[in-house]
């Protein structure tokens, strides 16, 4: 391969910009080590601040519980957020009543906070329909389609403008997304329209097997706000208070019709998904370094230097949250029953009539052909 | 020695690359991981990072990329990780690979290959289970080719990455690990363009490719009738030859896919029949193809795949006509 070419190796007249002229800073506000200047914690009522930990409980367990019930037999292929409980509760956590947030799938806490229920992510993560039409009832819908919701995300920031909404848009994907098409026309098209819309970046880093080097030669996500004249930020993804601070500042700008792209810097410590073994890929010393950076741990020495530790009984917390997804599963197992109409409805707001006719033949199909059954295998608690 | 579809691939593309060091294969997870799939797992080990290389996430400069390189004289495989991903990049198959040849008359061509997996049935979520040949198949200038054995998938790739023109190659990857046959190891192709009889038959012809044709020959197995069976093969340009023939001599026909029943290539096929076979028909054609809807997700996604019993019995409302 031909070594990037840079300014270093080749001799320069003319006034050309290179990123190497831009650092990007990360914001932070608790280091590593769990030290702070007080000056820079926003500014939060006692019980938020014990909020935003019981949520990143809720990511943490959600996540571990979930690839649970995969290893038995009892979900979809699901990608675990273990290591990103900060960015995703960080970024829902300022978002306000009315706003949008459409996510890969990747961000459940952030639509928790939505009042997004529990059972409802776990029935789309079992493949069932109608899980999405429960997301949207609360303005929240998963894309699979990498970067493909974007342009529709600027497109409802749009609509926003348009109709004097208060609200913003929030759209989460990861770092893959950022090289896809659809992502750049998105932002580009936001920032022209001024639209109220927020592209909220978790990069952890990794696209299944592709490292972010490997991904973009820039240097980070949010400088890339700059090339469509939007305005950009790299938010350490670990810390809960600098990717709310950041967040709420960042709904100011969208509310202000200045679109945001904000970069969340996290780590995929597990697999893209159930299917993906990642030892296969990266080496086992990188993950541990960012296991030591556990935003859950950090978090919790803030909260012992400010006093507030002695209020929580994490064994206690832990076991609530555990209590809340387990009846989450018992609502999911009792969903139902359903039938084969829920597959032809929605196609369109009618059913046209070679629908009604192709649903009737199904029907009389599965009635009619004695071992048609045999060949259909409803899957986890479908 | 008794070998996967994946397996195919793999050799196929190991003894191309072998070959013709201007063959380049890439794609996202293909180098390091070997693909989702592990359709191209020891290839980067072999012919090194040059020539076996992840890239970003990006299915239209993917597909845009090896229009490129094919332009500039190489031989690109690139891997669009599922079907269902490939939309973005359809523009650069419309607008740039189907018709560059046409464009610079002659000048310039496209002689690539887009490898992409299609089809129901692995439990996976929303875009993972689409089978849009039909859709490609629309487009003037680009080959799609479906294969449904082992020993096809071989020959019928190197056939592909050895075409001056595109290729769309999707893999039936629901039966990607599930028959075997036995594989050459020597060099061989599959010629693009020509259907395959894997039976023969007076009775009725029975039309099907990919991952469908299991479904068929499991159905035809239940029928009393003497069934003529033809694998496709390639969608477009599709082997009339072949399938006039057959029809003019069983005067039967019902054709099977796993994509939506409108628009589908099935209709293409009936549209032939009524071309060339119409006065031989001693009954309509029987369509059994998936619903008009999308694919449903994984909990109930088996109820939309054409399965062996409605495969039959459509058959038999031919036969008995």
């Not at chain 1, 990498?146 to 920031?157: A, F, K, N, R, S």
């Not at chain 2, 094919?70 to 599922?82: D, M, S």
């Not at chain 2, 075997?180 to 894997?198: S, T």
């Not at chain 2, 009936?270 to 008009?292: F, H, I, K, Q, S």
Request: glycine fraction near 8%; charge should be negative.
């Amino acid at each position: 391969m031909a070594p990037n070419t840079s300014e270093a190796a080749v001799d320069l007249d003319a006034p050309w910009i290179s990123q190497e002229d831009l650092p990007v800073e990360t914001y932070q506000i608790i280091d590593e080590d769990g030290t702070y200047d007080s000056a820079d914690v926003p500014d939060l009522a006692d019980e938020e601040f014990l909020d935003l930990y019981r949520w990143m409980l809720v990511e943490k367990r959600y996540a571990e519980r979930m690839i649970k019930l995969q290893r038995r037999g009892q979900m979809g292929t699901v990608g675990s957020s273990r290591g990103h409980e900060a960015s995703i509760v960080g970024s829902g956590y300022a978002l306000q009543d009315g706003d949008w947030l459409l996510g890969m799938g990747r961000e459940t806490s952030a639509m928790l906070l939505r009042d997004v229920s529990l059972r409802d992510i776990i029935l789309f993560w079992r493949g069932v329909e109608d899980a999405q039409r429960f997301l949207t009832e609360q303005n929240c819908m998963i894309g699979i389609s990498v970067g493909g919701y974007l342009p529709m995300t600027t497109g409802i920031g749009w609509g926003m403008n348009l109709t004097d909404s208060d609200s913003v848009v929030t759209a989460h994907f990861g770092d893959g997304a950022t090289s896809t098409g659809a992502f750049h026309e998105a932002v580009n098209f936001a920032g022209v329209l001024d639209a109220p819309a927020i592209f909220y970046c978790q990069n952890n880093q990794w696209a299944i097997s592709t490292p972010f080097e490997k991904q973009t030669n820039a240097n980070t996500i949010a400088q890339r706000g700059l090339g469509y004249g939007v305005h950009g930020i790299r938010a350490d993804g670990n810390d809960v208070l600098a990717v709310y601070d950041a967040m709420r500042e960042a709904r100011k700008l969208a509310r202000a019709g200045h679109p945001v792209l904000f970069e969340a810097l996290t780590y995929r410590t597990e697999g893209h998904s159930t299917s993906d073994d990642p030892t296969e890929y990266r080496e086992r010393d990188a993950v541990e370094e960012w296991l030591e950076r556990d935003p859950i741990e950090r978090y919790e020495s803030f909260l012992k230097s400010e006093g507030l530790w002695d209020e929580v009984d994490k064994d206690a917390l832990v076991a609530e949250v555990d209590e809340e997804f387990s009846a989450a599963v018992e609502a999911a197992d009792e969903y139902g029953p359903r039938d084969v109409d829920e597959l032809f409805e929605y196609v369109y707001d009618d059913l046209p009539p070679i629908l009604q006719e192709q649903l009737d033949e199904m029907e009389r199909e599965l009635a009619e052909l004695d071992d048609l059954e045999a060949y259909i295998e409803r899957r986890p608690k479908g | 020695m008794a070998e996967t579809i994946i397996n195919a691939i793999n050799m196929a593309l190991t003894e191309e690359m072998d070959r013709d060091d201007r063959v380049v294969v890439f794609g996202e997870d293909v180098a390091e991981t070997g693909g989702v799939f592990r359709a191209t797992e020891g290839l980067k080990e072999q012919f090194g990072g040059d020539r076996v290389v992840d890239t970003p996430l990006s299915e239209i400069a993917i597909t845009g990329g090896a229009v490129g390189l094919a332009v500039f004289g190489l031989r690109p495989v690139a891997e669009i990780q599922f079907s269902g991903f490939l939309p973005p990049a359809f523009d650069q198959l419309v607008t740039h690979a189907s018709r560059m040849r046409w464009r610079t008359r002659g000048q310039w061509s496209a002689p690539m290959v887009v490898r992409t997996p299609y089809g129901a049935g692995i439990r996976a979520l929303e875009h993972h289970s689409e089978s849009l040949e039909g859709a490609y198949a629309h487009v003037p200038g680009l080959q799609v080719v479906i294969p449904s054995t082992p020993y096809d998938t071989k020959g019928l790739l190197k056939s592909a990455i050895r075409s001056p023109d595109p290729v769309l190659f999707m893999e039936p990857k629901h039966i990607y690990r599930s028959i075997r046959e036995d594989v050459p190891d020597e060099d061989y192709e599959v010629p693009i363009g020509e259907a395959a009889v894997r039976r023969e038959g007076e009775d009725i012809t029975v039309i099907s490719w990919g991952a469908m044709m299991q479904k068929t020959l499991e159905a035809i197995d239940r029928i009393d009738a003497d069934v003529e069976v033809i694998d496709l093969r390639t969608i477009s340009p599709m082997d009339r030859e072949t399938v006039v023939a057959s029809v003019q001599k069983t005067g039967r026909c019902a054709v099977v896919h796993e994509a939506p029943y409108s628009g589908g290539w099935a209709g293409e096929i009936v549209g032939t029949l009524n071309d060339e076979a119409l006065m031989y028909l001693e009954a309509p054609v029987e369509r059994v193809t998936g619903y008009d809807i999308p694919v449903p997700l994984l909990s109930m996604e088996d109820y939309y795949i054409p399965h062996p019993p409605r495969i039959a019995a459509a058959i038999e409302d031919v036969l008995a006509y």
